[in-house]
């Protein structure tokens, strides 16, 4: 052990004679020294920060088509987490720039061939992104973690695949689009059918940039609708990126603009416009209720909103500890904490307790944190200054209400905005850090006695978007997942995520569902048309011819599939 801390001082002391990071992380990877150096940032080791294996081309506003400057010329710089430092200066859009793209999504959407399309063709184009986004998966990647500062690794192997798994998804739904015959209380032949709701405002958050552009747009898009999106000030350059895709796959000009900006500007123009038919936004429940009361004063636009959490993650005393523990950690770590559905309030029965904060405190003792583009890393930096400084006030709430710090607590370095895993035990539940929405690695411990009690407790918040439970126990589970308040328990697991499976919250954490398909009737308009006993054989002559009209689109389309399979 001496010789180990002997080893690690000298390379703490020496590390900035190393000009390579591959030499230091190899002598980091020499036996007991990698043991003892684990839980240390190796942020500090290294002087600048790798340079990500891409270059920035789109920092232009998408309306109508074309990259254009804002109607003011301003711009405004997108930060590196890592630094501090500017990445790129980006046009500011603001109410004009939301205007123009509001006209511009209106007349295509008027005027325009996508609404007029069959779902097949929009299918086709939506495939051909996602064909897309896998080709140039390195480069996306390496733009979503420069500006967010998650682990490369993060966005290369899961979060970019998942954006073209959920355009494929809604790919395949955009042909399967139908109405219905229905019975009337009368003579009459009723049809109930659904179209475009027309032009869509989406507001996206900055913790998941990419995936939220798909949560967004590929339902919308799928029904044939266009679209006006705002990107998050601090995390622009993503989507700007890929829209460049969508549009080389073959999407008509206006049906996607994108606008980058801030809130009080862009964002509340788009809630605002009269003529923006639908408004769908992702972010914090504060910022959720202005949106819904710019919408009301305006033409009442329909609103979806996803927005807070502060998800228990409960631990029965049945529980496998390690299991638990990796289980907690993850709930609560993942992305730097920067998740709304998060397991931020761990609850943990009384007779397991001790043990579980000990190992839960050695977990995160070993929780590498450093730039998130050496391999290895778990935990980047934090968003910007404005959310870094907002988690550490936090922290040094929970102190002063008494809960006990069992480790962090304090940032790490003194460049970029790394904060220290933290947890804290003996957390009540009228404290700060057990109530808000901290957004960053901060965990909170609670204890508890009985079944009854825990579910009282963990309802008793004014958010309610996920919740999960770890026991062996499955009457325990069948209670606790018809207890809980919930949109999202995870039994045993957590965050279990799929493009078919709806997400979204009850109370403070928003109203209506994205992805699978309660996401579709987001952006369509029901309507039903009734007919008459005299108009019998003009419907079923209507219907014989449009049958036909269909099938030989069909075979035309597909004459050479078929001539291959009659072979």
Known sequence: MAAARRIASSLLACSSSYSSPALVLSLLRQGSASRVLRGVSTASLIEEPIHPPVQVNYTQLLINGDFVDSASGKTFPTLDPRTGEVIAHVAEGDAEDINRAVIAARKAFD???????????????????ADLIEKHNDEIAALESWDSGKPYQQSYRSEIPTVARLMRYYAGWADKIHGLIVPADSQHHVQVLHEPIGVAGQIIPWNFPLLMYAWKIGPALACGNTIVLKTAEQTPLSALYVSKLLLEAGLPAGVLNVISGFGPTAGAAIASHMDVDKLAFTGSTDTGKIVLELSAKSNLKPVTLELGGKSPMIIMDDADIDRAVALAH??????????????????????????????????????????????????????????FSKILRYIKSGIDSGATLVTGGDRIGNKGYYIQPTIFSDVQDEMKIAQDEIFGPVQSILKFRDLNEVIRRANASRYGLAAGVVTKNIDTANTLMRALRAGSVWINCFDVAG???????????????ERGIDSLMNYLQEWSIGKGGKCEKEIAQWFSTLVMEKAVQYIRRNSKILQCHSR
């Open 111 to 129: 005027e325009g061939p996508w609404p007029k399309m069959t779902g097949y063709e929009r299918s086709c184009i939506l495939n051909r992104f």
């Open 330 to 387: 993850v709930a609560l770590f993942f992305n730097q904490g920067q998740c709304c559905s998060a397991g931020s309030r761990t609850f943990v029965h009384e007779r397991i307790y001790d043990e579980f904060v000990e190992k839960a405190k050695a977990r995160a003792l070993k929780r590498i944190v450093g730039d998130p583009f050496k391999k290895g890393v778990e935990q980047g930096p934090q968003i910007d200054e404005e959310q």
């Open 499 to 513: 493009a078919a499976i709806p997400f979204g919250g009850y109370k403070m954490s928003g109203h209506g569902r």
